[in-house]
């Protein structure tokens, strides 16, 4: 296993080599056969690349017995300790959320989503991300926050329990048929690619500092304007070319600010 390195994974010989710029990020996993079961969902559907967000659970001996011959996928898995490690360099994220969510966020079937990432990764270059969060508890407001859209498995409304790894394999299954389903994903012009997650929160960060700075912002409770900052920015697919814009902007008022005082 590897830590804090979120270059581009491992590709299994022989496949689309758009599967390696997809990354499975479980947060959190707190049982070790999920993660094994996991990694095994993976290798059958051809993805290679896991990202453990601070698990709880160790990879051991049970951990290796459920990935059922799938180890490679689990030594070559990526160990950071926050989400927004594992989404550095992202751009398209999309959140597995097992209940409905009052954001301002697109849901999306885990067939759309799949279609979805596949569009994304027939651009040259794009990372997509599926994150999967804990067991008893999915992930946090927070964690969907980072995400651009929310995926929901329409199973069974009077039974909808699936696991991790069921989840994940569900995910990938799909995931897969759009991948290789070559007609209809290509799109019809080359779209500018849009900023990876780090350059949006770093931008984050520089306004918020000077929201701050201005006196617009309450230092001591800034996480419910940030965080609707965060979803227009999602919504806008800001570029990078756009984000430098945008902070040369902050940095000006900055600058001015700091003349007048």
Not at 146 to 158: E, F, Q, T
Request: proline letters at 6%; hydrophobic letters at 45%; charged letters at 20%.
């Amino acid at each position: 296993m590897t830590q804090q390195d979120t270059t581009a994974g491992p590709s299994i010989p022989g496949q689309d080599p758009r599967f390696a710029r997809l990354r499975i990020v479980l947060v959190g996993t707190t049982h070790p056969g999920n993660i094994g079961s996991t990694a095994r969902a993976m290798k059958t559907m051809g993805l290679a690349r896991l990202m453990l967000v601070a698990p709880k659970a160790s990879i051991d001996t049970e951990a290796e017995a459920m990935a059922s011959g799938a180890t490679d996928v689990l030594r070559s898995a990526q160990i950071v300790e926050s989400l927004d490690a594992a989404l550095a360099g992202c751009h398209w994220v999309v959140g597995a959320s097992a209940r409905l969510r009052d954001a301002p966020h697109e849901l999306l079937t885990v067939r759309q989503a799949a279609g979805q990432a596949a569009r994304e990764l027939t651009q040259a270059g794009r990372e997509v991300a599926l994150v999967f969060g804990r067991e008893h508890a999915g992930l946090t407001n927070a964690e969907l926050g980072r995400c651009h859209a929310h995926m929901v498995i329409p199973a069974n409304p009077g039974y909808s329990s699936l696991n991790l790894a069921q989840a994940v394999q569900v995910t990938a299954y799909e995931l897969r048929q759009a991948l290789l389903e070559d007609e209809g994903i290509l799109p019809a012009v080359e779209l500018p690619a849009p900023a990876p997650h780090d350059a949006v929160e770093n931008l984050l960060a520089h306004w918020q500092a000077v929201l701050e700075g201005l006196g617009f912002l309450d230092p001591a409770n800034p996480r419910h304007l940030m965080q609707k900052l965060r979803h227009l920015l999602q919504r806008a697919r800001v570029t990078p070319n756009e984000v430098d814009i945008l902070r040369g902007m902050l940095t000006a008022v900055q600058r001015h600010t700091h003349r007048q005082d």
